[in-house]
Nanobody, 123 residues
Framework: RIQLVESGGDSVHIGGNLTLSCVHS????????MAWFRQAPGKEREGVAS????????HYTDDVRDRFIISRGNDRNTVYLQMNRLQPEDTAMYYC????????????????WGQGTQVSVSS
């Protein structure tokens, strides 16, 4: 069973930067699509970025497109989310997830989930 472990969450000031990491236990075709989701208190979990590892194709939601970057590590077992110019509305628990395909950023499509890492942005 594939296991995902996130790290890198922290409390930062408005305009700050953070890089989250997701280490997965093994590479599998069923985890070819890696994605980051977030969930703020009282809100639904939403996808923010995905990466299809076989070809490196990435997708972002509109509100993070110019600020966040999803990338893969050289070791093939790590995926990063670089977050720049953080805003209070970015405050959430961030989750790493994996699926076979990157058809969409719908949570129901993803089979594997990490436990999350908290990001807090304040003035």
């Amino acid at each position: 069973r594939i296991q995902l472990v996130e790290s890198g969450g922290d409390s930062v000031h408005i305009g700050g930067n953070l890089t989250l990491s997701c280490v997965h236990s093994e590479y599998s075709p069923s985890a070819s699509c890696m994605a980051w989701f977030r969930q703020a208190p009282g809100k639904e979990r939403e996808g923010v970025a995905s990466l299809y590892r076989p070809n490196g194709e990435t997708h972002y939601t509109d509100d993070v497109r110019d600020r966040f970057i999803i990338s893969r590590g050289n070791d093939r077992n790590t995926v990063y989310l670089q977050m720049n110019r953080l805003q209070p509305e970015d405050t959430a628990m961030y989750y790493c997830a994996a699926a076979t395909w990157c058809d969409s950023l719908e949570a129901g499509q993803f089979l594997y989930w990490g436990q999350g890492t908290q990001v807090s942005v304040s003035s």
